[in-house]
């Protein structure tokens, strides 16, 4: 089990240069050390300052990136971990693991996958960018992403305490229904030839043996300290490309946030055409976490009678969230594939949202 630095030559399908850690002359990323400073700056601002910058803007953005940064922490910390473990993980096992892509039983294992998995979407985003990086086809990443992010189970209590059972359940499986489909969707279209395929993905050797195979690997792996250093630098690495999109989008929320009441979304936005519009708008633009948005979504359900509305809000976030189509750009290279995930998502949600606000 190779680290990322013990092949002689660079893979062409590699990510950036500036990005790898195995780069001698890697440049300054300027982008993300200019959010970490604004992020860092604003938590620390909020914490020692929080009395003389309260009912200000200011007050309200470094409230913001306060909030945010201590809703994000664990999902971005398990995130590098679960980096490094697949980082250590063959290829082939990955594929094993979830399946061949391109066949309904590999975009269910995807989707299931998913649905246990208890991250927010900040840390799935993470898991979701390696396992492409391991071969995962493009169907099953999105099955993956549109699954996962706050169906955690810690989520899925205080939607189960907001709104009570029945219509929990109803958006688990609802949400699980578009992922699949989006999944499909987009396996057929690679296979068309309208998206490309991922370059990392390779058919398992037909010899292949997962049980005899695993047991002979890790028999074979040393589990130093060098091993170990090896794989946690490697870890950090790799996490940093989504980290600064993550940072990112904290200080997009703490400014739009210290300009813009998301509590009003309530009061606003009804069981209408327009209501909904403007719902799935406001959840595109105002980037919230997992946790974050349950609240919103269960007020918008019970308060403005709207639960197609608090559906769209909820899947908006795993969806159409900004700080996904730009990790998406950064990994596969191609904005085509980064935009077809809210082009292929959107219009399910839409009107599966559409349908639960005729309900009686």
């Known amino acids: ?62 409230h913001g990136a306060f909030e945010m940064m ?45 649905l246990l998995l208890d991250l927010c979407n900040h840390g799935i985003l993470m898991v979701g960018m390696k396992l492409y990086e391991r071969g995962a086809s493009l169907g099953q990443i999105f099955a993956f992403l549109i699954a996962s992010p706050w169906n955690s189970i810690s989520t899925t209590l205080i939607l189960i305490a907001l709104i009570g059972l029945k219509w929990t359940l109803i958006i688990i499986a609802l949400s699980a229904v578009i992922g699949i489909a989006t999944g499909l969707l987009a396996d057929f279209l690679v296979r068309s030839g309208t998206l490309p395929p991922n370059p990392h993905q390779k058919d398992l050797p037909a010899s292949f043996r997962f049980w005899p195979e695993a047991k002979r690997q890790f028999s074979a792996a040393r589990f130093d300290r060098r091993f170990l250093w090896q794989h946690i630098k490697r870890a950090f690495a790799e996490s940093r490309m989504i980290i600064r999109w993550i940072l990112f989008g904290a200080v997009l929320v ?92 959107s219009p399910q949600i839409l009107f599966i949202a559409w349908l639960l606000n005729q309900a009686p």
């Open 1 to 62: 089990m190779p680290s990322c630095c013990s092949h002689p030559t660079p893979d062409p399908q590699a990510q950036d240069p500036a990005d790898s850690c195995c780069s001698p002359h890697r440049k300054i990323d300027w982008f993300f050390w200019s959010c970490l400073t604004v992020v860092v700056g604003s938590y620390l601002g909020h914490l020692f300052f929080h009395e003389p910058l309260l009912d200000s803007r200011l007050g309200a953005f470094t």
């Open 254 to 345: 703490a400014l739009l946030r210290a300009l813009f009441d998301p509590s009003a979304f309530s009061h606003w936005f009804g069981p209408t055409i327009a209501g909904l519009a403007l719902t799935f708008l406001a959840a595109t633009i105002i980037e919230v976490c997992s946790e974050g948005s349950s609240p919103l979504a269960a007020d918008l359900l019970t308060r403005a009678n709207a639960p197609g509305n608090g559906f769209a809000f909820l899947m908006a976030g795993a969806a159409t969230d900004y700080t996904e189509i730009l990790a998406l750009r950064q990994t596969t290279k191609s904005w085509k594939l980064a935009l077809a995930l809210p082009l292929l998502t």
């Open 70 to 114: 201590n809703k994000m922490w664990w999902g971005i910390l398990f995130g590098i971990v679960a980096i490094g473990l697949i980082g250590m993980i063959p290829r082939e096992f990955i594929t094993a693991i979830l399946g061949p892509g391109g066949r309904f039983s590999g975009i269910l294992r995807a989707c299931g996958a998913g």
